[in-house]
């Protein structure tokens, strides 16, 4: 079975820090909240009306929400301004009593593979809310009580990407049928750009690289908009100020205004420069994005 994804995301930034989270790790945790009910979505609802803590993600037996993008440093890891909070990813499990434990850890194990694939976390990166703070998080598959503990979760982690990894082994071959599915050496240079239409960091260093200006996978200074929110894994940066010379390379070459923030026009433009379909928007994942990463591949662009 697929896993169910939502996003409910939190606007607010008051409970969480400044600066960017640079995503190299996944933080595993309990919500240690075992009332009936107290499932995914009534997290996420906790979130949203400004709970004491944050957190990225929340998964129970049904679903997998996302209340915040993987750059933003929320408050869970419990270590300050330590790499818990800000440079990890955190996924609370559900405990609720009327729930199936078993199954919202599987869902658990399938979203952080997502994440690993998304983000090229590597499986030595996913880690207990324990390794930071100390604390006995998460609870339940550190102690093996309900018959799942975290060798266990770390195998169906594994378990999943393995037979993911078998694809890219293949090299020349097979390359451009390959390409599209799930390429997890995504960080490894001499690896085709996956064309899977998700703008992340790497898709962004194909993009300063085709444009000539300083390759690091992160769009600074960016607005938050329905544009800037839809790219993946933290490879915008947000805040104010005169913008990206990458995006404002791009947008001389599409024929945008040349303001270094992405927007709606800009996406316009690139629609038009690619010929794709010219609604200004950026879907996840996105059409556009795709034909960009085949013509980045291919040093069409
Ligand atoms: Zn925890």
Redesign the pocket.
Known sequence: MTLVIKQQLVSSRAKTYAGVNSAKYI?I??T?NTSAGANAQVHANLQTRGFSASWHWQVDDKQAIQSFPHNVRCW???DGRGAGNFESI?I?ICVNKDGDFAKAVENAAKLTRKIMQDEGISIMNVVQ?NAWSG?N??TNLRNGSKGVNWADFLALVKGEESAKKEAPVKESPKKAVTQSEASPKKKSPKTALSVDGKWGKDTTRALQKALGTPVDGIISRQPRNSVTTALYGGTVSFGSGNGSPMVRALQRKVGAKADGKLGTETVRKLQTYLGTVRDGKLSRPSLVVKEMQRKLNNGSF
Do not use: I, L, N, V
Request: proline letters at 8%; hydrophobic letters at 15%; glycine letters at 16%.
């Open positions: 933080t945790h309990e240690a869970h890891a419990g955190g609370e809310h604390k998080c998460p």
